[in-house]
């Protein structure tokens, strides 16, 4: 888009005007000399303004991202959510990095979208851990690290983030960036399969399957000890 220059006390009119005729230097006007008050501004409604706080910007991503029609916008809200982000609003981070996992408004970029994952991570949200650990997990964005993976799912996990429990509980049975744990492993599925985690119901199955009566209720015990920790 071109800038617009403002012509400050010029007219806007191409034509040019002839100037008005100078008074005579001897001249002087009899007529009195009014002041105009200056207009009464305390009763004048605010001019809008632009979003300051993190949060008023995140709210106006949302509504752009969320419109239908003309009042959606997807570019415009990953815009305003890249300036929540970077402001440490951590819902903004976290809508940032879905954007550029899925492409929205923004070029798809996966790396991206696991550096904003982790930075809503890191402040505590378990749906971004999830996502992070599933990405550690195939080496989406990042390079593959199941102890990455097991780091973040059991940060989610202890959260009460339930595709998380169920993720946890599978590699700590398979023993992938742990060690094995079939015990705690059925622990994390059965609080998943008690949430309605299908795959954690059929997990739990097949671990249950290798359990003995003992270890089966020792796992059943620390489940119903589980209390979700939210300062993860």
């Known amino acids: 888009m071109a800038s617009l220059t403002l012509l400050v006390g010029a007219a806007c009119d191409a034509r040019k005007s002839e100037p008005a005729a100078l008074p005579k230097t001897n001249e002087v006007s009899s007529a009195p000399v009014v002041v105009s008050p200056l207009p009464n501004l305390t009763n004048a409604p605010p001019s809008p303004t632009a979003p300051r706080t993190p949060n008023e910007l995140f709210q106006a991503a949302q ?5 239908t029609g003309d009042t959606r916008d997807p ?13 440490g609003h951590v819902d903004a981070q976290a809508y940032l990095a879905a954007a550029y996992r899925t492409g929205a408004g923004v070029v798809k970029n ?4 696991a550096r904003w994952f982790r930075a809503a ?27 990455e993976a097991v780091k973040w799912y059991r ?10 429990q169920a993720n ?16 705690e492993a059925y622990k994390w599925l059965h609080l998943a399969a008690q949430k309605g985690d299908q795959e954690a119901v059929k997990n739990r199955g ?14 059943r015990k620390r489940a119903a000890e589980f209390v979700p920790d939210k300062t993860k």
């Open 75 to 87: 570019a415009a809200a990953a815009r305003l959510y890249a300036e929540a982000a970077g402001k």
């Open 168 to 183: 946890l509980g599978a590699l700590l049975f398979l023993g992938q960036g742990v060690p094995k744990d079939p015990v």
């Open 110 to 113: 996966p790396t991206e979208a």
């Open 206 to 219: 097949n671990v249950a399957a290798r359990l003995s009566v003992a270890q089966m209720n020792e796992g």
């Open 121 to 147: 991570a890191e402040q505590g949200d378990a749906r971004s851990q999830g996502v992070l650990a599933s990405m550690y997990g195939t080496g989406e964005g990042v390079a593959k690290d199941p102890v």
């Open 155 to 164: 940060r989610a996990a202890e959260q009460g983030q339930v595709r998380a």
């Open 63 to 67: 509504k752009l991202a969320k419109g």
